[in-house]
């Protein structure tokens, strides 16, 4: 009994330091010790349901602030090197320009730089500054003068080589600015000439095949993609093209095709190990496709990877389904029960708590 306790105390001490694997390690193994001695084995499953309930709610804790200057340096590392000089050579109004948009302040964001734009004293003419002008226009929800920002841009920059990338997503930006104007003609006439301007570049056919999707466009969706990822090689593919394709073939009501390159998307972020990575989109859908043909344990595997990553306002939700999809599997009572606990800890409201009490009823948890 005191080796049972005494490993007891170290996975308290283990879970407090953040290591849960071994917490659970040494649970499991206190219980080995006396498998027959109810107090026991009821402590071990209230540490474990504690365990489970503190790092769920330590996930949702919110990140700590940075600072503007390592907030500067980040968004810095975005630029390249020619709007990296551009924008060194700028007023400090420039600097108070990124702050306040990152804030949420858009229309200051707006006028502060508009304001550098208007000037005549400064040392090199703005180009990419027009780029910075139109998202923040964007943002502020005005359209139009976004429109016309985002046109001063490309009319500035099409013809410099450095800038081709940025050139497209101006052009994306001011697709997404003429769709709030109702212009879908115009939005669809801009993407097209991105994927003229840069022919060679797969992500102005990728900004393309998004449109023709949101516009249930599908079929014609299905073919940009496919053009996308003739472009993209296969050497270092783009999975963002892959997770679209995926879309417009669901939407098309061809479910293997779906399936095949949605899980492709999540191979491939497993396959680098990023498990708390995983697109939360393309996750629930695919867990949708498995669940449909019975395959529940993959799809409970999905919730619950998606219980422990960055989309942390729909934890609850996912812990929930990982509960009742591992239920529909087979699994047994006590790995249920970690998610149910998990869910507990975020449950909020009376229809939470109903639909974690039938999942333990069945469950037998």
Known sequence: AALAQNLLSRADADAQEGDMENAFALLDEAGEILPDDPELLEAIKQ???????????HLTDDADEISEEELLAIIGGTWTEEQATEFASLPDEFRQ???????????????????????LDLPVRPKYLWAE???ERYMAENWSEAVEAFDTFVTETKDD???QELVGGAMQFCAQALVRLERFDSAQTKLVEAT??????HVMFLNLGVFLRSRGEHAAAIRVFEQAMELMGQMNPDFRVIRELGFAHLEMGHKEEARQSLSAVIEHLASKGQHDQFDPVAATALAKLYEEKGEYRLASDLYRHLATGYDIKNHLQYNIEAARLLHLAGEDGALIDRYLARADELSTTADHRQRIDQIRSQSGS
């Open 133 to 135: 002008i139109g998202k």
């Open 161 to 163: 080589p450095a800038a």
């Open 47 to 57: 540490r474990k349901m504690q365990y489970e309930a503190n790092e769920a709610r």
């Open 97 to 119: 320009g990124l702050l306040a948009g990152h804030d949420g302040e858009h229309q200051q964001a707006t006028e502060l730089f508009s304001a550098i734009a208007a000037r």
């Open 196 to 201: 003229q301007l840069t022919p060679e570049n």
